[in-house]
């Protein structure tokens, strides 16, 4: 695996200090993977101010990088929202990211990303 892509509801587990998570994490840095975050699911997650101190400090890790959301990104998410009959452009960019890099998805909403791509690696919270 060349590195893990989170969704909003893996930010979250960031920002609660899920013990689960935080292992999948740790695992991962072990193994040296890369961790991606497509620019959606942050502004789904983020709320801003200091209670999510927890989550500004992953973001700013350097094994972290946040995937803008640009037009042939856009379209792709679009795209795939239409073949798989779906309206959440945020989950398929998820499954973009994943794809484009290789990684499996740490995710919340397991079934929601499969419906767009069932051949995907998913680590489900």
Known sequence: MAGVTLDTGALI????GDPRLQALLDEAHAAGADLAVPAGV??????GGTRQARL???LRLATVTVIPLDDPGARAAGALCGHAS???VVDA???ICARDRD?????S???DLA???PTLRIVAL
């Open 93 to 95: 960019s998820v499954v």
């Open 86 to 88: 779906t309206s959440d």
């Open 103 to 107: 990684h499996a998805v740490i995710s």
């Open 56 to 58: 500004a400090r992953f």
């Open 115 to 117: 419906a767009l791509d």
């Open 42 to 47: 942050v502004a789904q997650a983020w709320r």
């Open 109 to 111: 909403d397991p079934g």
């Open 13 to 16: 587990a960031i920002e609660r």
